[in-house]
């Protein structure tokens, strides 16, 4: 499902003695804050914060917020989660975030009426992702890769797949 806000990370400290904090970014690199004017403390748009400024700094982001100018105020956001929303983002059309892609349908694209279980987790390996399909039986890892991903569609909360021979049963 298409979410209007997404998660980018929480808070985890502060840094220096100016109100900057570092925040544990949960998307692809620290870098990707950077593009944003303005974050949400909450799911709901409802608590915007203006974004001053945003680095990288190792695996963290150090970002200072408007308003934010003391090392106490900066203290009190520690552990907060820190939203964007998503048409700020600007994805190119058929790119998705993992938060929007979990818990979708998985389908057979040969036959519809197949249906494999729900996208429970993904794995980034660096080559490619790793979906992890859960059903009664348990979970099974499927390569997010184009010959095996034929068609994502979050909108209608359902992904079609053409799985690897042996994945979902004992072929060879």
Not at 119 to 133: E, F, I, K, P, R
């Amino acid at each position: 499902m298409i979410k209007q806000y997404l998660e980018v990370g929480e808070i985890t400290g502060t840094h220096g003695v100016h109100g900057e904090m570092r925040l544990n970014p949960w998307c692809d690199s620290p870098d990707f804050v950077k593009r944003f004017k303005t974050l949400y403390f909450d799911s709901c748009g409802n608590e915007p914060i203006g974004l001053v400024s945003a680095r990288p700094h190792g695996n963290v982001a150090i970002l200072k917020l408007s308003g934010i100018d003391t090392v106490e105020k900066a203290q009190a956001l520690r552990g907060k989660i820190l939203y964007m929303k998503r048409s700020d983002a600007k994805l190119p059309d058929g790119k998705y975030f993992i938060a929007e892609l979990l818990d979708c349908v998985v389908k057979d694209a040969d036959d519809p009426e197949i249906v494999y279980g729900r996208l429970s987790g993904v794995s980034q390996t660096g080559a490619n992702d790793v979906w992890h399909v859960t059903n009664d039986k348990g979970e099974y890892l499927i390569p997010a890769i184009p010959s095996v991903v034929t068609d994502t569609d979050v909108e209608k909360g359902e992904v079609t797949i053409r799985p690897l021979k042996g994945i979902f049963d004992d072929e060879d």
